[in-house]
């Protein structure tokens, strides 16, 4: 064993001289590095020698390759590529052949091999480790569908790939997963066809040579799975493949031959069939409806009566009916539910005519009633149909609820299903019963922000439904009540002056948070907002801040949640998190209540851990906005009244603050998130011009590149955003 270790370790001098020799690592480096190679291969050779033993010696060079990228950058290492560069890549291609020639099984360890030499860019390598993967494993599809991927996006052989794909097909025959890919590479490479005709110009009709071209490339070096006789006649005419052969293969008739071999091989499987439809659905060519119809008709084929069969001829019908469908909601569910049905009643007539032909007795009645029927005029049979199918749609609505509802009693229902059942009574324009469901969703899943969302959606809609229901007929009755009394004159005249006497926000929100609909509409909020994690709640905040502003409700209750928050939790990341809640909440109060509303949020939140860096950078610009209005409204004021003294803010308009008080704010804001966040130095930097301090602003710069970790995005923005500036010039 020790002779062996040092042959090794004699056959690592020529690449350790390259790599001191170069200066990537110093003579005490090196002994250090053949010290740890010397232990890692004593290791390997031991008798019981472990997977994990050839795992460290991988991370281990692979650190120390990165390492010497590192050091060619920071040093500028410079010059042609030599040992030095590719000789610790080659010694982990080398423990990566040792662990599989102890480890062949292990197929977690060639998938590991082939990763890394993707990321080390060793094309050849990875050809050789494929094929020896291929051999020892050659019933893995993984494996197949691997290697023809990467002959076709990396090698750009599109003959290999199909090949490799036909090969893996006869040793994986009834393999699920590659006769999807099969089919997908197939559609992607029909597509990259067509894009090379568009660039290169060749139209449908174009010359029979460009047809010729284009066939050739598409075809196929004649191996197969039972698909190689259509695919060679599609693609080896050569100059007398005709035009609409050649659109055929365009229009994806190879993934059509790829389909109906697949179906042959796995006969019984709808979600097998489905799979293609979702590979389908992204893709957008001339022939994606063709093949759509050829998979959906061959499930109508083998599967009639299958439940799984109508479930995927049903979602055809929802998914069919949503591009084109009218604004209303109501009636494109209706319009779905009805073509569903009238598939379905179909079906039952014809289960009908065969129970009636086995029974003997029944054809005659059919006959006769068949004839009436024939009778009647166009208009009525129509009618009549109509009437069935919206008779089977009540009933399938009716059936699908009691089957949700015996689903929930049992406890069968995640979070998804949840959802799905919302939306069902959403689109049935059950806005109660959606109610009802998303309340029994979020006391069996209270910790669920999706849910709660859709309840505080739902709650909302009631509300706005509620308050429009009051002021119609509060108008009823002030029509009904007009000139009636000066009393009551004189009480509506005091009501609308004490009103006015609040903010105009304030009065709206006490209105509106009167009616019974909008304190149950804050309550579920709050509630949430309580429930949901708070790594999870951000999302609900956006949304809990739109509805109760969109509502006319009430922020007080929702800032001072806001403060509970922040308390409960550490600092908040520079985007997203809380801060991105609490930017949408300073701003809505600052719309709704003006300045002084958002400052009473902010200030409350200030000795509170941060809640992020929205936060701060949204009110700033809101105090830096106030600013600008109040010097806008002086410049104004003293450009109308030269001569007049005094304050020229009215009486009661809020003030902007002090600049030393925005100085503190933006020093407390770079105090918290000056070491990560660019965008908050280029608002301090904006500022300071905007006050004409030009040494302020290089004093602000100097600052940001000593703070920031990565300063080179903030030195772009600000030559970006500064280098007209005259004043900026020397900063």
Known sequence: MADTVRYLLEEMVPELEALEARGYFSRAEIRAIVQRRQDFEYALKRMAAVKEDYLRYVAYERQLDELREARRSSRGISGK???????????????????????????????????????????????????????????????????????????????????????????????????????????????????RRRVLGIDAGDDAAAAAEDAAASGDDGGGDGTGGEEGDEGGGGGDESAAAVAAVLNGAVAGVVFRSAIAAVPASVPFRARFLKLLRPLHFPGRAALEDAVYDSVAADFGGSPEA???????????????????????????ALALTAALLRFLQQQLRELDEEGGGGGGAAGRAAGEAAGHAQQQQRRQRAAEAAELARWLVQWSRRVYEEAGAAGLLTEELRLQGIAFFLHQGEVEAAAAAARAAVAALPHSAPLWQQLIAIQAVLAADQLAGDGGQQAQQARQGAGS?????????????????????????????????????????????????????????????????????????????????ALRQPKGPVEGGLGVAAAALLTALARAGGIEAARSLYRALLPLPPPGGDFFRCLLQLEMQEEAAAAAAAAATAGSQPTSGGSTAGPGAPLPLPASRLRDLFEAATGAYGSEDVQLWLLYCEWQASRGATGDVAGVCWRARKALRQPEAFETAYLVRFKLHPTLKAA
């Open 310 to 336: 109508w479930d995927l001829r049903a979602r055809r019908q929802a998914l069919a009916l949503a591009p084109g469908a009218p604004p209303a909601a109501r009636r494109a569910a209706a319009a779905a």
């Open 81 to 195: 590529r030599g040992l030095a560069e590719w000789c610790i890549t080659r010694r982990i291609h080398f423990i990566y052949e040792r662990a599989t020639r102890k480890f062949r099984g292990d197929l977690g360890l060639w998938s590991r091999w082939l990763r890394f030499c993707a990321s080390s860019r060793s094309g050849r390598r990875m050809s050789r480790v494929l094929a020896k993967a291929l051999q020892l494993h050659s019933g893995c599809a993984a494996l197949w569908a691997y290697a023809a991927a990467w002959e076709l996006e990396h090698n750009l052989n599109a003959g290999a790939a199909r090949a490799l794909m036909q090969r893996g097909l006869r040793m994986c025959p009834h393999a699920p997963a590659l006769w999807h890919e099969y089919f997908r590479m197939e559609l992607v490479y029909a597509l990259r066809l067509r894009e």
């Open 485 to 565: 009394s000066d009393d009551d004159d004189d009480d509506e005249a005091a009501a609308a002056q004490a009103a006015a006497a609040l903010p105009g926000t304030a009065a709206t929100a006490t209105r509106h948070s009167s009616a019974p609909a909008q304190r149950r509409l804050e309550e579920v909020v709050l509630h949430a907002l309580w429930a949901v994690p708070a790594a999870d709640a951000a999302p609900l905040w956006l949304t809990a801040v739109g509805v109760l502003c969109g509502g006319g409700c009430s922020l007080q209750a929702l800032s001072q949640q806001m403060v509970q928050a």
